[in-house]
């Protein structure tokens, strides 16, 4: 489109980069730094506080049928790289097939990981809608991943995916989600999950995890305090209290990966 602007949104640290109204939140509560290209010229706006914040988002929200947003979140930023290896210990360079991500957010793993694999056809996916924008913007030119379509965790996959029959994916990625949504969305994720993978093939998760009602460090339980606080649905799961749910749908817990910053990453197999 000849007047579509594009707008980098560079946003510092952040742990609830995606709840709400990334507009108002990201830049009233995190942003950092806005740049803002149209055309060749670049403006760069520094944002210091809630106010100017709040007046950059209302300019935001007031062109955003002429903008297209793409996100850069710092913790994907940091965690790409870590996850891409971590998978390599389980999925193989050379896998073929259709692979699934849930709960894409800004598309920067997603592009990461079609590089990686480039012999899968990879399907991000996203509840809200506003994020697909940016899940494009990262993976334009990339011939393996098909537009970003939404999907709500927590629904019925076979209504929202109806092109996608059962025990027909080789992979299914799901980072940072279970955590910061209610805990019906890892039902879902375990539902869905199980029923469209094939035998022997993965889910993988990654984030904080308590196990058998231990959660460490402190900064864990802070943190999860702090998601708690914000909504009292989210919070930090139990690794048994996910494999209590994954096991009716065939989903086993095959392997537990230390990460970075007391995250882990989880690897289910399907049976
Ligand atoms: C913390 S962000 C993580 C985004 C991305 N995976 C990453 O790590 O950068 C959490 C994401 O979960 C998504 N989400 C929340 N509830 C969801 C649901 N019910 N179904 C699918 N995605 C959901 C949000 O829209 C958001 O993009």
């Known amino acids: 489109m000849k007047n579509r602007w594009k707008i980098q949104l560079e946003i510092t640290e952040c742990p ?38 709040r007046i950059e988002a209302k300019e935001l929200e007031f062109t955003a049928a002429h903008l297209t947003i ?45 590089r990686q694999y480039p012999s899968l056809q990879w399907q ?50 799901n980072i940072n989600m279970v955590h910061i949504a209610p805990w019906r969305c890892a039902l879902g994720l375990m539902a869905g999950a199980g029923r469209l993978l094939r035998s022997g093939a993965l889910l993988i998760t990654y984030g904080p995890y308590a196990k058998d009602g231990l959660l460490t460090p402190q900064s864990n339980v802070e943190f999860d305090a702090h998601l708690r606080a914000k909504n009292a649905e989210f919070g930090v799961r139990d690794i048994r209290e996910l494999e209590k749910a994954a096991a009716p749908h065939g989903l086993r817990l095959h392997a537990e990966i230390d ?13």
Not at 39 to 53: L, P, T
Not at 148 to 171: I, N, V
């Open 16 to 53: 609830f980069y995606a709840i709400g109204d990334y507009r108002v939140f990201e830049l009233g509560r995190c942003g950092r730094v806005v740049r803002i290209s149209i055309g060749d010229n670049a403006v760069r706006r520094r944002i210091r506080g809630q106010e100017s914040a």
């Open 70 to 114: 793409m996100l850069n979140y710092p913790a994907a930023q940091r965690n790409t790289a870590p996850i891409l290896e971590a998978l390599l210990q389980h999925v193989s360079r050379t896998a073929t097939g259709v692979a699934l991500e849930v709960s894409s957010g800004s598309g920067q793993h997603v592009a990461a990981l079609a």
């Open 124 to 173: 991000p996916t996203e509840l809200e809608s506003r994020l697909l924008d940016s899940i494009g913007q990262h993976t334009a030119g990339l011939p393996n991943v098909r537009p970003a379509r939404l999907l709500d965790a927590a629904g019925d996959w076979a209504t929202q995916l109806p092109d996608m029959e059962a025990h027909s994916l080789s992979l299914v990625v």
């Open 259 to 271: 990460m970075p910053a007391n995250n882990k990453t989880l690897v289910w197999k399907k049976d």
